[in-house]
């Protein structure tokens, strides 16, 4: 049995930040499907009782660890194996601050954004992704800024904020009917600088579940 199981999709960005980093940093792991879309699994009693009390993917069991939260999780693939590991108190908080803020705001709104926009039934109100685009273009320019100044999130490495924050952005631009790298030309060579590390697969290569059934 591989050293680190992951419970996963395709489709979801959130999971991918994990996935990625255990193909980085060279693990041994194996994806477990939760089928999001059809079966709803992650709603499931079961899955509540025996793999994630919140009802979401990405978790992570390593022995008897079974550990959700992307952030969480890329902390602890980091400190277990010393790479992509943000350095001194300094770093650690800086890279705590990005992951927080993509989880709530860039990749926070995007995956929300891109689900109502083509998973759900019906699609959601336009109001809303109108809302959300907004929050998104906002946001996206943060991060593009930041970039502009420093190879990485956080300087001259990539470290955990890098691979927390490409969460969804590798993912099809029409899935999304706007063009992030297009529009934002750092995170654009970013995403290039982030895609050349050895172990960088896309998430359609390196998680189950896609295409979906039926598409
Ligand atoms: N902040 C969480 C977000 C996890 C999350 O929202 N995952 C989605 C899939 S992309 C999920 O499982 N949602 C449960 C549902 O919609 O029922 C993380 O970074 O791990």
Redesign the pocket.
């Known amino acids: 049995m591989p050293e680190y199981q992951l419970y996963c999709f395709a489709q979801?960005?959130?999971?991918y930040?994990a996935a990625l980093m255990l193909n980085l940093i060279g693990a041994d792991w194996a994806p477990v499907f939760v089928d999001?879309f059809v079966k709803?699994e992650?709603?499931t009693p079961e899955y509540r009782t025996n793999v994630n009390e919140m009802?979401?993917?990405?978790v992570l069991v390593h022995g008897a660890k079974k550990l959700?939260?992307?952030?969480v999780i890329l902390t602890y693939l980091a400190e277990r194996s010393g790479q992509y590991l943000p350095q001194g108190e300094d770093e650690r908080l800086e890279a705590l601050r990005w992951i927080i803020f993509d989880?709530q705001k860039v990749n926070g709104f995007l995956?929300p954004y891109r689900f109502l926009r083509i998973f759900a039934k019906p699609p959601g109100d336009p109001k809303v992704l109108a809302f959300l685009k907004g929050r998104i273009d906002n946001n996206l320019a943060i991060v593009d800024k930041r970039l502009a100044a420093r190879p990485f999130i956080l300087g001259e490495r990539p470290t955990i904020a890098d691979v927390s924050l490409v969460a969804y952005l590798y993912y099809p631009a029409q899935e999304f009917g706007f063009d992030i790298a297009a529009e934002h030309r750092n995170i654009a060579a970013w995403l290039g600088r982030m895609r050349a590390l050895p172990g960088w697969a896309h998430p359609y290569d390196l998680m189950p579940g896609h295409p979906m059934p039926g598409a």
């Open positions: 979801s960005g959130n999971a930040r999001f709803g992650q709603r009802g979401e993917v990405p959700s939260q992307s952030g989880n995956g």
